[in-house]
């Protein structure tokens, strides 16, 4: 077993810090958040997927979190899972894998192993972060070894997790790829070796850009099949029993968090950088899928008008607001961008969320605060729009309450009062 060091405590890097110390190796969780160091290592967690007494149980097993960066110096391995935003001019934004890989450069000993698993354009391995870590000094494949292992962690669900989601590795040399390869099978139960880091930084935009596209098709054909009467949702249902080359994509108010709407951009963006030509299947599903939030509110006006109302002054209940059921993340949230437009328009907004208390939608500081009483706000309301399915949250009692439903999710059946996107 290793002493290992992983790099940014957040969504990713915690819960695999966490499964590593359980399987035995002594684990050191780095990062430049003071206030969730001193947290982690009081306890208290700030990721949905881990509970405080996971994070308790890993302190037992020795995990510790520190925002000293010379404990590189100790490792035998440094995994690497700082954020990967996108920059103000929309293209990959590296300055956190940057800033990391410098200080890995700065302490690395002979020997080291070092992984990235931030998710990031092809080439970034071999030819950003590499440079740093080895400084132009030091022999890739004998005095250090470097890897890209794309993580693929699903937030929120209860049937994948860290140990049996396999693991793609990718080594600049197969030396490296096979010290990958070992760290990574003492608590992933597969780990699936690529040609190289190339490769498997590709595998996972590959992976988000199905994702994207598909979304994309499906959130295009609503539009359509509303105007032409369809019940898309029931085409769905319908092609999804067909038992091969067919996977269910359904139709939503857009998508959201940290991977589907910004890795694709990084491929695309590469795309042009290196070869001058546009990823036009990217930029359509992107344009498409940015237009969702927008496609809700002019629903939300139009059933509205239906009823001889305005959205200026009707009150509108938004339930959910994050971007994924059963879970506190609201990055990117397709609910951010429907409010802003109802708000815009001169709604009056109120929400429920039982993962978001207080909720901060727009350009100003205005803040929200949750409804304690879903129902009672569903009954006041002119519209209530079902924007995320928690599980804590009971929206056919929502639905039967409100006057009026708009349903994004397709969680209910369609009836008198519920209309689906
Ligand atoms: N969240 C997901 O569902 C998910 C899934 C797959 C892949 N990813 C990818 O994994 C990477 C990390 O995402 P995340 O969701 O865990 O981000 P996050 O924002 O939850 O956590 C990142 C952590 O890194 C820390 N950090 C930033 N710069 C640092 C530095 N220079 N040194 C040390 N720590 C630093 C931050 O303080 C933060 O705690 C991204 O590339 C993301 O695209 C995320």
Request: glycine share 8%; net charge negative; hydrophobic share 40%.
């Amino acid at each position: 077993m290793s002493n290992a060091v992983v790099i940014g405590q957040g969504y990713v890097g915690l819960p695999m810090a966490l499964r590593a110390a359980e399987a035995g190796h002594s684990v050191v969780g780095l990062d430049l958040n003071e206030s969730v160091i001193d947290d982690l290592n009081r306890g208290i967690s700030h990721i949905d997927d881990v509970s405080d007494a996971d994070l308790s149980a890993g302190l037992k097993n020795g995990y510790r979190a520190t925002f000293d960066q010379s404990c590189i110096a100790d490792a035998d391995v440094v995994v690497v899972c700082v954020p990967t935003p996108l920059s103000e001019d929309g293209g990959p934004d590296l300055k956190a894998v940057e800033a990391t890989a410098r200080s890995i450069g700065q302490f690395v000993t002979d020997g080291t192993l070092c992984i990235l698993e931030s998710t990031t354009y092809p080439g970034t391995t071999e030819e950003v972060f590499a440079p740093l870590v080895t400084r132009g000094t030091l022999e890739i494949g004998k005095e250090v070894f470097i890897a890209f292992s794309p993580e693929r962690i699903d937030p929120g669900n209860k049937k994948y997790g860290v140990k049996n989601t396999p693991k793609v590795v990718g080594g600049i040399t197969p030396g490296c790829a096979a010290r990958a390869v070992d760290f990574y099978a003492t608590f992933v139960d597969t780990v699936v070796s690529t040609k190289g880091a190339k490769e498997a930084e590709m595998a996972k935009l590959l992976e988000n850009t199905f994702r994207h596209v598909n979304i994309a098709l499906v959130n295009e054909m609503v539009r359509f099949c509303q105007e032409l009467d369809i019940d898309l949702w029931d085409a769905i249902d319908a092609a999804d029993t067909k038992p091969f080359g067919f996977m269910a994509f359904r139709p939503g108010p857009g998508v959201g968090g940290h991977c589907i709407p910004i890795d694709p951009s990084y491929l695309s963006h590469r795309v042009k950088a290196k070869l001058g030509y546009a990823f036009r299947m990217v930029e359509l599903a992107e344009e498409i899928n940015h237009a969702a939030p927008s496609y809700v509110a002019q629903r939300v006006a139009l059933i509205l008008n239906d009823s001889g109302k305005a959205v200026r002054g009707a009150r509108i209940l938004l339930v959910g607001v994050t971007y994924k059921p059963d879970i506190a993340d609201q990055r990117e949230s397709p609910a951010i961008p429907v409010a802003r437009e109802l708000d815009k328009l001169g709604a009056h907004l109120e929400y429920v969320d039982p993962f978001v208390p207080e909720w901060r939608p727009f350009k100003d500081d205005r803040v929200l605060f949750a409804s304690e009483d879903a129902e009672a706000s569903a009954a006041s309301s002119d519209i209530t729009v079902i924007l995320q399915q928690h599980g804590g949250l009971d929206i056919c009692a929502i639905a039967a309450a409100a006057p009026v439903v708009l349903d994004t999710k397709g969680c209910l059946t369609p009836s008198d009062n519920v209309q689906r996107l």
